[in-house]
Nanobody, 118 residues
Framework: QVQLVESGGGLVQAGGSLRLSCAVPGVIFGLSTMGWYRRAPGNQRELVAAISTGGSTNYADSVKGRFTISRDNAKNTVYLQMNSLKPEDTAVYYC????????????WGQGTQVTVSS
């Protein structure tokens, strides 16, 4: 079973910053599109940011200009740098790895809690 291991969540005041990390097995990392999702209480899980194998990125409108997704292929890790955090960013954040080789796959991490206080 492939495991994605997230870390970096916690409690921060509004306006603060956090960096989330997601460690991915090396056998799939280089082939994977990586994404960060979040689920706030009472809401559906939503895409926050994604990065392709080639480094192309896309972001939810609500986080553009504040969050940055990046990947370190040497460390098999994807990051989400979150700046200017707002209370509405409070959610459980999940890492996701998708790809097609050697066959189609879709793996999720266990989630990490981010709480932004006002």
């Amino acid at each position: 079973q492939v495991q994605l291991v997230e870390s970096g969540g916690g409690l921060v005041q509004a306006g603060g910053s956090l960096r989330l990390s997601c460690a991915v097995p090396g056998v799939i990392f280089g082939l994977s599109t990586m994404g960060w999702y979040r689920r706030a209480p009472g809401n559906q899980r939503e895409l926050v940011a994604a990065i392709s194998t080639g480094g192309s990125t896309n972001y939810a409108d609500s986080v553009k200009g504040r969050f940055t997704i990046s990947r370190d292929n040497a460390k098999n890790t994807v990051y989400l740098q979150m700046n200017s955090l707002k209370p509405e960013d409070t959610a459980v954040y999940y890492c996701r790895s998708t790809g097609l080789l050697p066959r189609k796959y879709d793996y999720w991490g266990q989630g990490t809690q981010v709480t932004v206080s006002s």
